[in-house]
Each structure stands twice: as C-alpha cells, then as structure tokens.
C-alpha cells in the first residue's frame, strides 16, 4: 500500500477515528480516575513491566471498541451501493481488504503506541531498571486491537446491516465480562478454607489481563505465544470474509479462527502460577552490605541501606545471637488470601506495606525494626487489627528505649499509645530475663503465624 492510497483511505474511513477512540479515552481514563494505576511499586507510570500492563488491562474496554469500528469500516462498501461496481474492476480482491484493513491496523497500532509511549516517557524517569521484558506483553495487546479490529471488518462485510456494529461491539464486550467473571475462573479454596479463584486457560483468550497486585509478576513466553497463535487465527478469518464472494467461502474462512482458538489452548498453560509469574531478573537481589532490595528497586537502595544497618545493630544489641543479620526486600509473590513466610534470618519488607511507604531515616529504622520483631501475619490482601500496632509498638520500644507510635499503619498516635502504653509498663516492671523471655515468645508467636503476638508479650497462651 503506497502513500497515495493510505492518505485516500484515511480521508474516506473511519480509520483516524478508531486511533482517536483507543488514545484519548484510554489517556483521560488513566489520568482523570485516581485508581491502583497511581499508587505504590506497581503504579503505570513507575516500572516498564507495570506499565505494559496497566496499558494492557484498559484493552477491556478499547477491544471491544476496536471489534465495533472494523465492523463499521466493514460496511462502508455496503453504504455507499457501489459494492458490485467494485467487485467488476480487475484489481483483486484481497487488494481492496488488504488496504482497508491495513489502514485501520496501521492507526489502532499507532494509538495504542502514543498510549504506551506516553507511560515510557515517565517511566523512564522513574525507575533505574531498563529491560525489554515488557515489550512482548505490549505487542500483543496491539496485536489484539489488529486482529479485533480485522474480525469486525470481516463481520460487517459478511453481514451488511446497520446493527451488526454495535452487535459486535456488546459481544465483544461481553465475552471480556465472562473470561474475568466465570467462564475464565475457576473456584477454589484459598488457606484457611475461605472460597476464592484463580485464572484458568480460557481467560487468556482474553485481551486483558489481572490487575497489577505485584511488580515482579509478569506474563510467561507460553501465554505470549498462545495469545499470538489465538489472534493470527483470528485475524486471518477477518481477512478471509473480507474478501469472501460466497456464502460457502464464509463458512470456511471461520476454520482459522477455530483452529487458532485450538491450537492456542494447547499452547496456553493451564496451571495458574505459569501463567503469571515472577520475573527473575527483576527479583535479582541487588546489596549494600547486609541490606538488599530487587533489580526493581535498586535506585531505592541508598534509602534503605543506612536504616537498615543501624536497626541491625540495634536488634543485635537486644537479642543477641538470635537478631537477624540482613535486611532483604521480600521477592516472594504470595496469592492472594495466603498467609506470609516470614524469616528469622532476615527482615523481609515491601516497599508497598504502608509501614514502610514513604518512609526515610529514623523513621524508616523503627518500621524494619517493627518489622524484625512482629512481623504482620494477616492474608494477603486483608487488614489487621489494633492488636498489631500495639504490639509492635512495645517492641519497638524494648529494642530502642523509647514507645513511640509508628507512622503508616491505619492507626492514629493516640489509638496506638492507649493500646501500647499499658503493656509497656507492665513489661518494664518485670526483671530483664523475664522480658526478654516474653519478647522471644511473642516474635516466635509472629513469625510463626500461628497465635496472637500481643496475647504471647502478655505472658498469655498463644492462640
């Protein structure tokens, strides 16, 4: 397709309005919509992979927009009753597909580009870790709008009513709902027995992707090329009924998109934790001495070290050859409802804890403190409780002399001294290898998970 003919295509299309409706929906949606995109490690704007797949989710909406327009551009032959004068002109059909077709792909490729370019602008100033890990993921969301975009034309070109484009674009729509509500969840139990699920195969058919709850969690090479397969099939039957005459040629030119969608689930893992998984480059340790964080985080790195080291030392001071000797970003990637693995070794943290975000300095030292002694043991994706605070606050007070309330963990000053400040005192009055006994206890009782940290700082039985 040369020059003269794309510009002719773009003036007598609706090509430039597909781009336009997949750009500025998608960039005022991203911006106007205070949403998880904005906050914390995994926000669209911080790492490259949280931005290929925040961009990506959006194609939940944009992909049935893109189905709806190519049926749209579809009927414009229909439209404009000129149809058989075009079928008797010598230039092969598939010319006249391949130009319309291609303008449209060549405008939705370009939006969704602007849109991708637009969070890599400020990524790239945001982070100190560059890879190309996340290209894939953002090619085949393009690739997404192509081949949906191509299926519609094929649709509308196939059945040449006005009702066909918004026909498509509700079917489209919804076949997006059920991969993410039913039809691509499958139930299970989580720990501790409460309901929940998980992913399965068929959800990947779907343009979309989970929400972004971790950012070392990437897509596997195998859904990268099952997807791949799935939309070449796809895109060939839009092709195929583009060009197709007769009602036996548009009976065949489905057998792509039946053999793409086969194919794909061969390819297409069926076992959720290789669908989404950790990114090993990305979860590299990166150290300064005993503290280390993620390739991720490394420009994060000098914030951490200094607070680290003296809440080191300080616990060595307290507890002696049973203190833990690193500080550690935590690189697991726990499901959601599970309970956390914590260490005795190490302080693991993430930087998206609310007791850690946004803190620096001292501040910092008697969060990972908090964090060493009473750990929180609360599932994946729930709150704790006013025991929680309370707890660490006493233990941050024994190691360091001082009970102060620690910022960042949904509790006020004053809730956290009324819970704290009795325990405190009662602790203090006891002699000193008694309080040590009953500081042991209740870190064995948090690491463990299995009992009431402050019930065990009280002398209590754990639960």
């Not at 598939?94 to 490729?109: E, I, K, N, P, S």
């Not at 939309?231 to 065949?252: N, Q, Y």
């Amino acid at each position: 397709m040369n020059t003269r003919v794309l510009r002719t295509e773009l003036r007598r299309s609706v090509a430039p309005w597909a781009g336009a409706v997949v750009l500025v929906p998608a960039l005022a949606f991203l911006y106007l919509v205070d949403a998880a995109w904005w906050r914390g490690t995994t926000a669209w704007t911080a790492q490259w992979t949280s931005m290929a797949m925040w961009t990506r989710s959006l194609l939940f909406y944009l992909w049935p927009l893109a189905v709806g327009l190519g049926a749209l551009q579809g009927l414009r032959d229909q439209r404009s009753t000129m149809y058989e004068l075009l079928t008797s002109t010598p230039r092969p059909a598939r010319h006249r597909a391949g130009a319309l077709a291609g303008t449209t792909a060549l405008t939705l490729v370009v939006a969704f580009a602007l849109l991708v370019l637009v969070g890599g602008v400020q990524v790239w100033g945001n982070t100190g870790y560059t890879h190309a890990g996340w290209l894939p993921i953002s090619l085949v969301g393009a690739l997404f709008l192509v081949a949906g975009s191509v299926l519609g034309m094929g649709a509308g070109r196939a059945l040449p009513s006005a009702l066909t484009p918004p026909a498509l674009a509700m079917t489209a729509f919804v076949f997006t709902v059920l991969m993410h509500a039913s039809l691509g969840r499958t139930e299970t139990v989580m720990e501790g027995g409460l309901p929940g699920t998980e992913p399965n195969r068929i959800s990947l058919l779907s343009p979309t992707v989970e929400e972004v709850r971790d950012v070392l969690v990437t897509l596997s090479p195998s859904v990268h090329l099952g997807q791949t397969v799935w939309l070449l099939g796809m895109a060939a039957t839009g092709f195929a009924l583009l060009i197709a005459a007769t009602p036996r040629a548009r009976l065949t030119a489905l057998a792509p998109l039946t053999a793409g969608a086969v194919a794909a689930l061969l390819v297409l893992p069926s076992d959720p934790g290789r669908m989404y998984v950790v990114d090993k480059a990305a979860a590299e340790p990166v150290c300064d001495g005993p503290v280390c964080v993620t390739t991720t985080q490394r420009a994060r790195l000098d914030d951490v070290a200094g607070p680290g080291r003296k809440a080191l030392r300080l616990l060595h001071t307290a507890l002696g050859g049973q203190a833990p000797v690193s500080v550690r970003e935590n690189a697991a990637v726990p499901p959601q409802g599970s309970t956390p693995r914590w260490s005795r070794e190490s302080v693991l943290f993430d930087f998206d804890d609310d007791l850690i975000t946004g803190l620096k300095g001292e501040e910092l030292t008697r969060a990972l403190i908090a964090q060493a002694m009473v750990p929180l043991c609360v599932p994946v994706g729930w709150s704790g409780t006013a025991a929680d605070p309370a707890a660490q606050s006493v233990a941050v007070a024994w190691v360091t002399g001082d009970l102060e309330p620690l910022a960042g963990n949904g509790f006020s000053a004053a809730e956290q001294t009324a819970a704290a400040r009795p325990v405190w005192k009662e602790l203090k009055a006891l002699p000193h290898d008694e309080q040590l006994s009953r500081i042991r206890a209740m870190r064995t009782t948090a690491l463990s998970c299995e009992g009431e940290p402050l019930a065990a700082l009280k002398g209590g039985a754990s639960k």
